[in-house]
């Protein structure tokens, strides 16, 4: 009976033990569900402390600069057009404090897709500068005829396409010819200023640009704002796809240095 009664005990302690055990495990197990999602949200505040140093280490950049260009162009010439690559430069546009973008292509894909591209525009700013979308809109402007969408925030974008320009000097030149027709203008009259003050009253909204930023072989602006673009400086580069934020500031480094001579 001793001998039952010792058995007895060690099986009831190993069982007791057993269960400590488990209850252990399982309390940890629980500890661990509710410590992960903190740790997550651990990471979503990571992020936005890495967008507030990327958003201040590009606001410094733009400081830096001697010269911002108010009004920043961009051009894109090839075939292959990537949305995702033109939102980053716009961001950083945003970003270094440049005022007004156009995005261009002469077949008019990123006007006819605005949509997608104001889209992309605010998920990378949410991805790359962690700032709110909810805080900017996008309004619906009747244009031509054709729709066209304007995204409103510490930058105001536009997409072009050929239809944008061409049309406003055919306009101005219209108007031109019924003053004269209507003797309150001579043909000889006609200079640079009067059509300048013509466009302006049927402009986009935008000051000319300063700087055009031009992606891809083709030799040529392929109608981007033929009128608006006779005092603007334009830099060349290879492509925008994959084009890194380092080639964008030293793009701008160029501008900032180089001597205008508007037209003279």
Not at 18 to 24: D, E, K, M, S, Y
Not at 28 to 42: I, N, Q, S, T
Not at 66 to 94: F, R
Not at 237 to 251: G, Q, V
């Amino acid at each position: 009976m001793a001998m039952f009664e010792l058995v007895w005990r060690v099986l009831h302690a190993v069982l007791c033990l057993q269960r400590t055990v488990c209850a252990w495990l399982r309390s940890g197990v629980c500890a661990w569900k509710r410590w992960r999602p903190a740790g997550l949200g651990l990471g979503s505040h990571r992020a936005r402390d890495k967008g507030k140093s990327r958003r201040a280490r590009w606001r410094s950049d733009g400081r830096s600069l001697k010269k911002l260009p108010l009004h920043l162009g961009l051009l894109v010439t090839e075939e292959q057009s990537s949305y995702t690559d033109i939102a980053n430069l716009v961001v950083w546009c945003m970003a270094v404090g440049i005022s007004y973008v156009s995005v261009y292509d002469n077949q008019g894909i990123f006007k006819r897709n605005n949509s997608r591209l104001m889209e992309e525009i605010l998920k990378q700013q949410q991805e790359l500068l962690g700032l709110d979308c909810s805080k900017y809109s996008t309004e619906i402007l009747n244009s031509n005829k054709k729709v066209e969408q304007v995204l409103f925030c510490p930058t105001t974008v536009k997409v072009l396409s050929p239809d944008d320009g061409k049309a406003d000097i055919v306009k101005a030149a219209k108007k031109y010819c019924q003053l004269v027709a209507q003797q309150q203008r001579r043909s000889i009259d006609l200079n640079v200023n009067i059509m300048d003050s013509l466009l302006r009253e049927g402009a986009l909204g935008l000051p000319d640009p300063d700087l055009v930023l031009k992606f891809g072989p083709v030799d040529s602006t392929l109608g981007f704002l033929p009128w608006h673009i006779r005092l603007t400086e334009i830099i060349s580069l290879p492509s925008h796809i994959n084009l890194s934020y380092e080639r964008f500031i030293s793009a701008l480094q160029r501008f900032a240095t180089c001597e205008q001579r508007m037209g003279k």
